[in-house]
């Protein structure tokens, strides 16, 4: 409902514990921001591994008879948002396969960029995908290495593949995260006693009462069995292009994401922005939730009072009921609703994480002016976004994006705000350590750390929703003068609330 890039995947694995499987299944309760579509959860027991995936949340996906089915000592899980193929059982992971190399189960966060020349290439040697995700074509590449052993089986299949990946993988007795050269997306080490984790983000830790240890690395898979941890670093080198979207967005700020407390980065996103683009005002209000961090940041080195004037109801699920038409018209209230003993009168700072089409913050700063606020200022803490992501993330069409297509002044009429302010992408780089050398900031900027070959355009354009001209490499499209189309921007034709329905379709286990 929130016009927001869409999350990614999450992966969660863990070898050493008798309680393998219901342990996966707390730390990927602890990651459902990350993909609400499918949970699964594959178990091992030292000889054979078990698996169940179901479309859903991950509390509809299992109950009791279905996780103590999963017996074993090592667990790999993941939940799903569909960034590559569509939102169906069969593409909910992680992928199991039986192979000369024995079974292979596999989770993935990220995208592939040239899954559609390597599927080609195995389509033409006679391999039968069951999926139409890229992630399966590890599995493919993985069965067919001539590798004299598991290990070098992975590496041989992963070496293969370019593009953003954290994955955990499992044979019958052992569990191996890999992250990719760029360490695009997050994947963070733990211990849970003698057990061992490996998760996309420290809040899933967190809730089982392991201790994060360290993340690993771009380029480096490590490998935990029953002789204990081993590291490798099997790929080349890469420069390091870590998505900055995790601060400004996707991570929990519970969360620690490449070494950062997210909450700590998206503070000072805040710090940042009042300093740069400070206005004289009554009141800081945050979007929530995602704007929280960054308003308390901005509140705080403004000095002006931060207070919650706008009340999210937590309880709107994806399945809420299709009004009738003539009772449509309540806009975002259904989600947000304005605390008129706050905003009524006053100078209101309103601060969000991003603007992606513009089409929620128009009606917020429309719902904000009604409950009598003088003036509506927009804080975004994070550049105009301007180009699509290849990297994992789900995002719309280039031509959607309002930043790309407006200038800061249009942007500002068309959310009826007093002024609009984004955070500069030096305040983003450098709001955390490295940030200019180590961090992706391609959706800001247009230039992409990973290039991608010509004949990939059609598969990305399928994947990923894009139009052609957004799949090339190219240089900054700074935010861009054109004329401005009314109500308006593709997408903005009402709540769209319906059309959120119950992916559900039924459960999967082996
Ligand atoms: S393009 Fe944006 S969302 Fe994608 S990896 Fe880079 S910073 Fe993250």
């Not at 999450?10 to 730390?27: D, K």
């Not at 519970?254 to 940042?272: A, I, K, L």
Request: charged fraction near 20%.
């Amino acid at each position: 409902m929130f016009d927001k890039f869409k999350d990614e995947c999450g992966v969660f694995g863990i070898f050493g514990h008798p309680e393998a499987a219901n342990l996966t299944y707390l730390g990927l309760y602890a990651l459902q921001h990350r993909g609400q579509e499918s949970a699964g959860i594959a178990a091992a027991d030292g000889t054979r591994i078990r698996v169940s995936r179901a479309m859903g949340y991950v509390n509809d996906a299992f109950d009791n008879d279905t996780l103590a089915g999963l017996t074993g000592h090592l667990a790999v899980g993941h939940v799903r948002y569909s960034t590559a193929g569509e939102s169906r059982l069969a593409n909910a992971q992680p992928i199991v396969i039986d192979s000369a190399h024995g079974q292979l189960a596999l989770g993935h966060n990220g995208n592939l960029i040239n899954a559609g020349e390597v599927r080609d290439a195995l389509v033409r040697e006679g391999a039968i995908f069951q999926t139409s995700t890229d992630s399966e074509i590890v599995v493919h590449l993985y069965a067919r290495a001539k590798a004299e052993n598991v290990e070098t089986a992975i590496v041989d299949a992963i070496s293969q593949v370019r593009g953003a990946y954290s994955f955990v993988l499992m044979t019958k007795d052992r569990i191996v995260g890999v992250r990719d050269p760029h360490g695009f997306r997050p994947l963070a080490l733990g211990r849970l006693g003698d057990a061992w984790v490996i998760c996309s983000e420290t809040c899933a830790m967190d809730l089982i009462g392991a201790t994060y240890i360290r993340d690993v690395e771009p380029g480096e898979m490590v490998i935990a069995n029953a002789q204990g941890l081993r590291s490798m670093k099997p790929f080349p080198p890469a420069k390091h292009s870590q998505c900055i979207f995790e601060h400004v967005y996707f991570s929990r700020p519970d969360s620690y994401v490449f070494g950062e407390s997210v909450n700590e980065v998206r503070t000072e996103f805040g710090r940042r922005l009042a300093l740069e683009s400070g206005v004289p005002a009554d009141v800081i209000v945050p979007i929530p939730d995602s704007g929280v961090c960054a308003a308390v940041g901005y509140a705080e080195q403004s000095g002006i009072p931060m207070r919650m004037g706008l009340i999210r109801n937590h309880y709107v699920g994806r399945t809420f009921i299709q009004p009738q038409q003539s009772i449509r018209h309540f806009g975002v209230r259904v989600k947000l609703n304005p605390v008129k003993s706050i905003l009524s009168g006053k100078r209101v700072v309103l601060v969000d994480d991003s603007i992606v089409r513009g089409t929620t913050s128009r009606k917020i700063v429309r719902m904000v002016r009604s409950a009598g606020a003088r003036e509506v200022h927009m804080r975004i803490s994070c550049p105009p976004t301007i180009s699509p992501c290849f990297y994992g993330v789900d995002t719309p069409r280039r031509s959607e994006l309002i930043a790309a297509t407006h200038t800061l002044e249009e942007i500002r009429k068309y959310l009826n705000a007093d002024s609009v302010a984004y955070l500069s992408l030096d305040g983003l780089t450098d709001s955390v350590p490295a940030g200019k050398t180590r961090y992706c900031t391609s959706c800001y900027t247009g230039v992409y750390p990973v290039a991608f070959p010509r004949d990939e355009a059609a598969y990305l354009q399928l994947a990923l929703k894009l139009n052609p001209e957004s799949v090339s490499p190219s240089a900054p499209r700074p935010v861009a003068a054109s004329g401005f189309e009314a109500e308006d921007l593709p997408g903005s034709a009402g709540p769209s609330l319906a059309g959120a329905g119950s992916s559900r379709g039924g459960r999967r286990s082996e």
